[in-house]
């Protein structure tokens, strides 16, 4: 499985970003996706997630300002910040989660880097 991030880029304070992930190879039914960044000397962090049922959850520093959305078809997700702060400063990375016989696969894309100008 390979996940391409895209969308990334430099932004004004209070503006708005749609990050787009593509996926490529076999998904299997029951498979999460997933939306995480990792700012500078930080740990990586959970931005926002979506079961295979739909089920959104959003970390509280982008909720209320964010929406992950999901294509079941093409197997995509995206992610739209809006209201940016210099501190969603980050990249953003595209995680898919499967249970293959009974483990837990992640699935990681490259990445893509947000930046934000106060």
């Known amino acids: 499985v390979q996940l391409v991030e895209s969308g990334g880029g430099l932004v004004q304070s209070g503006g708005s970003l749609r990050l787009s992930c593509r996926t490529s190879g076999t998904i299997y039914y029951g498979s999460d996706m997933a939306w995480y960044r990792q700012a500078a000397g930080n740990e990586r962090e959970l931005v926002a997630r979506?079961?295979?049922?739909?089920?959104?959850t959003y970390a509280d520093f982008v909720k209320g300002r964010s929406t992950i959305s999901r294509d079941h078809a093409k197997n995509t997700v995206d992610l739209e910040i809006n209201n940016l702060k210099p501190g969603d400063t980050a990249v953003y990375y595209c995680?898919?989660?499967?249970?293959?016989?009974?483990?837990?696969?992640?699935?990681w894309g490259q990445g893509t880097q947000v930046t934000v100008a106060s």
């Open positions: 979506m079961t295979y049922g739909d089920t959104k």
């Open positions: 995680n898919l989660q499967q249970w293959i016989s009974g483990s837990e696969i992640n699935y």
